[in-house]
Protein backbone atom coordinates (compact mmCIF):
# COMPACT_ATOMS: atom_id res chain seq x y z
CA UNK A 1 0.00 0.00 0.00
CA UNK A 2 1.12 3.70 -0.18
CA UNK A 3 0.86 6.41 2.32
CA UNK A 4 -0.28 10.58 1.46
CA UNK A 5 0.32 13.51 3.54
CA UNK A 6 -0.67 16.41 2.23
CA UNK A 7 0.62 19.76 2.78
CA UNK A 8 0.98 23.05 1.88
CA UNK A 9 -2.41 24.57 2.74
CA UNK A 10 -2.78 27.79 4.36
CA UNK A 11 -4.73 31.12 4.07
CA UNK A 12 -4.81 32.98 0.87
CA UNK A 13 -6.45 36.42 -0.38
CA UNK A 14 -8.97 36.32 -3.12
CA UNK A 15 -6.81 36.04 -6.50
CA UNK A 16 -3.49 34.88 -4.70
CA UNK A 17 -1.88 31.52 -5.20
CA UNK A 18 -1.04 28.55 -3.29
CA UNK A 19 0.69 25.43 -4.03
CA UNK A 20 -0.39 22.17 -2.22
CA UNK A 21 1.98 18.69 -2.46
CA UNK A 22 1.41 15.13 -1.66
CA UNK A 23 4.21 13.00 -0.47
CA UNK A 24 3.87 9.58 -1.37
CA UNK A 25 5.90 6.74 0.63
CA UNK A 26 5.73 3.13 0.52
CA UNK A 27 4.78 1.29 -2.89
CA UNK A 28 6.18 2.67 -5.23
CA UNK A 29 4.43 5.73 -6.43
CA UNK A 30 4.51 6.00 -10.55
CA UNK A 31 2.18 2.74 -10.63
CA UNK A 32 -0.68 5.46 -9.46
CA UNK A 33 -3.34 7.27 -11.02
CA UNK A 34 -3.08 9.83 -8.65
CA UNK A 35 -5.78 12.68 -7.70
CA UNK A 36 -6.74 15.89 -6.03
CA UNK A 37 -9.94 16.05 -4.25
CA UNK A 38 -12.05 18.38 -2.25
CA UNK A 39 -14.61 18.92 0.65
CA UNK A 40 -15.95 22.53 1.50
CA UNK A 41 -17.84 22.59 4.59
CA UNK A 42 -21.08 21.42 4.71
CA UNK A 43 -20.33 19.89 0.99
CA UNK A 44 -19.72 16.42 -0.71
CA UNK A 45 -16.35 15.44 -1.65
CA UNK A 46 -15.46 16.59 -5.50
CA UNK A 47 -13.27 16.08 -7.93
CA UNK A 48 -10.43 18.38 -8.80
CA UNK A 49 -7.86 16.86 -11.04
CA UNK A 50 -6.32 13.92 -11.83
CA UNK A 51 -2.74 13.03 -13.13
CA UNK A 52 -2.05 9.56 -14.95
CA UNK A 53 0.96 7.35 -14.00
CA UNK A 54 3.45 9.34 -16.27
CA UNK A 55 1.96 12.42 -15.91
CA UNK A 56 0.99 12.48 -19.62
CA UNK A 57 -2.76 12.80 -19.57
CA UNK A 58 -4.64 15.37 -16.42
CA UNK A 59 -8.14 15.84 -16.16
CA UNK A 60 -9.81 18.91 -14.92
CA UNK A 61 -13.22 19.74 -12.99
CA UNK A 62 -14.78 22.57 -15.14
CA UNK A 63 -15.00 24.59 -11.44
CA UNK A 64 -10.85 25.09 -11.83
CA UNK A 65 -9.76 24.76 -14.90
CA UNK A 66 -7.64 27.09 -16.00
CA UNK A 67 -6.66 28.37 -12.65
CA UNK A 68 -5.21 25.14 -11.73
CA UNK A 69 -2.41 22.76 -12.76
CA UNK A 70 -1.64 19.25 -11.42
CA UNK A 71 1.79 17.55 -11.66
CA UNK A 72 3.80 15.13 -10.49
CA UNK A 73 7.82 14.39 -9.88
CA UNK A 74 7.97 10.48 -9.60
CA UNK A 75 11.21 10.62 -8.39
CA UNK A 76 10.47 12.56 -5.57
CA UNK A 77 7.12 10.24 -5.00
CA UNK A 78 5.71 13.88 -4.65
CA UNK A 79 2.43 15.19 -6.43
CA UNK A 80 1.48 18.97 -6.56
CA UNK A 81 -1.45 21.48 -7.10
CA UNK A 82 -0.62 24.80 -8.20
CA UNK A 83 -3.51 27.18 -7.35
CA UNK A 84 -3.87 30.31 -8.92
CA UNK A 85 -6.56 33.38 -9.23
CA UNK A 86 -7.67 31.86 -5.99
CA UNK A 87 -12.03 32.79 -5.23
CA UNK A 88 -13.61 32.20 -1.99
CA UNK A 89 -15.55 29.20 -3.31
CA UNK A 90 -12.00 27.28 -3.77
CA UNK A 91 -12.30 27.22 0.10
CA UNK A 92 -12.06 23.49 1.20
CA UNK A 93 -10.26 20.72 2.50
CA UNK A 94 -7.86 19.19 -0.16
CA UNK A 95 -6.98 15.56 -0.36
CA UNK A 96 -4.74 13.91 -2.28
CA UNK A 97 -5.76 9.96 -3.52
CA UNK A 98 -3.75 6.94 -5.53
CA UNK A 99 -5.68 4.91 -7.89
CA UNK A 100 -4.18 1.31 -7.90
CA UNK A 101 -6.51 -0.15 -10.54
CA UNK A 102 -7.32 1.77 -14.03
CA UNK A 103 -11.23 3.18 -13.41
CA UNK A 104 -13.04 6.38 -13.82
CA UNK A 105 -10.01 9.21 -12.11
CA UNK A 106 -13.50 11.31 -11.13
CA UNK A 107 -14.74 8.78 -9.43
CA UNK A 108 -14.10 9.12 -5.39
CA UNK A 109 -14.76 4.97 -5.21
CA UNK A 110 -11.85 4.48 -7.81
CA UNK A 111 -9.12 5.39 -5.28
CA UNK A 112 -7.70 3.61 -3.05
CA UNK A 113 -5.71 5.39 -0.86
CA UNK A 114 -6.34 8.85 0.67
CA UNK A 115 -4.28 11.23 2.72
CA UNK A 116 -5.57 13.34 5.70
CA UNK A 117 -5.85 16.28 3.72
CA UNK A 118 -5.13 20.31 3.96
CA UNK A 119 -6.99 23.00 4.42
CA UNK A 120 -7.39 25.84 2.07
CA UNK A 121 -8.86 28.58 3.04
CA UNK A 122 -9.82 32.12 0.28
CA UNK A 123 -11.18 35.13 2.06
CA UNK A 124 -12.36 37.83 0.06
Known amino acids: QVQLAESGGGLVQAGGSLRVSCAAS????????MGWFRQALGKEREFVAS????????NYADSIKGRFTISRDNAKNTMYLQMNNLRPEDTAVYYC?????????????????WGQGTQVTVSS
Open 97 to 113: AAQLYLGPTTAIRTYNY
Open 26 to 33: GRPFSIYT
Open 51 to 58: ISQNGATT
